[in-house]
């Protein structure tokens, strides 16, 4: 699979848009299929080149922020599964629990009616 700047792709559809020129002859030329060409020309149609980096660079940040955002979601599922299992067994599941340094954890249990304080000893152990 052949990989084109955004720059080369406007160029592309232009020169794919020019009258006497073909679809099929363009793609044919540049090695992608004309379904490529079609795709390109229904995402980047009226757009100028640097309209066209700003989408590209927009979409990818899209792309990082969710996940970013789906990784949080998992940290924030598994701290709310164990404060869940500490609330239900009452504070005597011997689970570890960060203590005051980073990456040291404790076997005791922290009292049953602080469930919302383990939490933030979690969150500051994550660094959320």
Do not use: C
Request: aromatic residues 8%; glycine residues 8%; hydrophobic residues 35%.
């Amino acid at each position: 699979m052949k990989k084109f700047s955004i720059d080369q792709l406007i160029k592309i559809l232009a020169e794919a848009d020019t009258p006497g020129n073909s679809v099929a002859a363009t793609a044919r030329k540049y090695g992608v299929s004309e379904q490529t060409i079609y795709r390109w020309r229904k995402k980047y149609r009226g757009f100028s080149a640097s309209e066209a980096k700003r989408l590209k660079a927009l979409e990818e940040e899209n792309a990082r922020l969710k996940r970013l955002l789906a990784e949080k979601e998992l940290e924030i599922q598994a701290l709310t599964q164990v404060i869940k299992k500490i609330s239900d067994s009452g504070g005597k599941e011997n689970v570890g629990f960060p203590i005051g340094t980073r990456g040291s954890f404790s076997k005791q249990s922290p009292p049953p009616h602080r469930p919302f304080q383990v939490f933030l000893l979690l969150s500051e152990q994550k660094g959320l």
